[in-house]
């Protein structure tokens, strides 16, 4: 009973950390500690065009790593005498493959692509978080300047 509760708990603090590794920077509506306080530059434009898209973070090798203690831990308290090495290492081995396929999905961002022709006739194409709807024809704001641009509700 007391290797379940074990394994209860730490299979519940490796779904917490991953949990955490969801992203809200790309949201229209966030802004980063920098960008507070400092003066934005503002330009007009109408919606050209949208396209739904993903933004994938690059992974940091923890969701697998976690996995695979987790997984080689399970293997462990699962298997006994010849069999608990072989079940130990099919599990560290499990494990690492579905943390990791976890990770990954939890650093993946519902995105919009969205084309602008700005008042001045010129077009730009900002990918940020799908966080707010807007349609074709729709008159924006572009807020921000060189790489960090966003476009929020006129």
């Given amino acids: 009973m007391k290797t379940a509760v074990k394994i209860f708990g730490v299979a519940a603090m490796s779904a917490l950390s991953l949990a955490g590794c969801a992203n809200d920077a790309y949201n229209g509506s966030t802004y980063s500690g920098n960008e507070a306080m400092s003066g934005q530059s503002v ?49 560290a ?5 579905a943390g990791n396929s976890v990770e990954h999905g939890a650093k993946k961002t519902n995105a919009m692509e969205v084309q602008v022709e700005r ?25 921000g300047s060189g790489s960090k641009l966003r476009v929020v509700h006129y």
């Fill in 43 to 91: 330009s007009y434009g109408t919606i050209t065009g949208i396209r739904a898209v993903q933004i994938q973070d690059d992974t940091s090798g923890f969701g697998g790593l976690s996995g695979g203690v987790l997984g080689g831990f399970l293997g462990n308290a699962l298997g006994g005498g010849s069999g608990k090495k072989i079940l130990t290492a099919a599990g």
């Fill in 93 to 97: 081995v499990g494990g690492a493959l």
């Fill in 119 to 143: 008042d001045d006739g010129k077009n730009v194409v900002i990918v940020q978080a799908a966080d707010n709807s807007f349609s074709k024809g729709q008159r924006v704001r572009l807020v």
